[in-house]
Antibody, heavy 118, light 110 residues
Framework: QVQLQESGPGLVKPSETLSLTCTVSGGSISYYYWTWIRQPPGKGLEWIGYIYSGGSTNYNPSLKSRVTISVDTSKNQLSLKLTSVTAADTAVYYC????????????WGQGTLVTVSS | QSVLTQPPSASGTPGQRVTISCSGA????????VNWYQQLPGTAPKLLIY???QRPSGVPDRFSGSKSGTSASLAISGLQSEDEADYYC???????????FGGGTKLTVL
């Protein structure tokens, strides 16, 4: 059974960089697309972007200038970096595996809350 | 404002049938398959319906999906208390060149 686990700081200061890691277990990261999604408290889901195990990426245009998603196949991990954060970036961040179709997320991490505050 | 439009809330009594709509455009729903997610309180979303009307293993057949033109629907029959959750539709969008979600519908079982 594939499992995903997000990790990283729960508190980030405004203007700094948010960095999260998603560790995949129970299966290989190879040959799949992996996506980051976020959910502000009490609000809906927002697609951040995806990466293929080979390294190609696609980002939400609204975040593109600040986002970098990378993959380390040797560690079975993907990472998210979001620069110049503000309070509006406070959210639960999820990593998910894309199945057959970019909007089909068949496995999800439990999510990690990141609060942007000084 | 979400690209896909869902009603913010829906409700029903146990045993009833409820439907949740998801309205989009030619650039998303009309051109690509729709997937539905169920998010129970305090948990991560879970894939509920994929490719418009397919159920993953383990999802009860009380849940069904359909799509016509620029709209999709999720139907839940024989409503149960454990169905109380938020439901989201999602699809690829050519204009965004990315994935778009509906704003979510909070289902209350009265």
């Amino acid at each position: 059974q594939v499992q995903l686990q997000e990790s990283g700081p729960g508190l980030v200061k405004p203007s700094e960089t948010l960095s999260l890691t998603c560790t995949v277990s129970g299966g290989s990261i190879s040959y799949y697309y992996w996506t980051w999604i976020r959910q502000p408290p009490g609000k809906g889901l927002e697609w951040i972007g995806y990466i293929y195990s080979g390294g190609s990426t696609n980002y939400n245009p609204s975040l593109k200038s600040r986002v970098t998603i990378s993959v380390d196949t040797s560690k079975n991990q993907l990472s998210l970096k979001l620069t110049s954060v503000t309070a509006a970036d406070t959210a639960v961040y999820y990593c998910a595996r894309s199945g057959d179709g970019f909007s089909l997320f068949d496995y999800w991490g439990q999510g990690t809350l990141v609060t942007v505050s000084s | 404002q979400s690209v896909l439009t869902q009603p913010p809330s829906a409700s029903g009594t146990p045993g009833q049938r409820v439907t949740i709509s998801c309205s989009g455009a030619n650039s998303n729903i009309a051109s690509y398959t729709v997937n539905w997610y169920q998010q129970l309180p305090g948990t991560a979303p879970k894939l509920l319906i994929y490719s418009n009307n397919q159920r993953p293993s383990g999802v009860p057949d009380r849940f069904s999906g359909s799509k016509s033109g620029t709209s999709a629907s999720l139907a839940i029959s024989g409503l149960q208390s454990e169905d109380e959750a938020d439901y989201y539709c999602a699809a690829w969008d050519d204009s965004l060149n990315g994935v778009v979600f509906g704003g979510g519908t909070k289902l209350t079982v009265l």
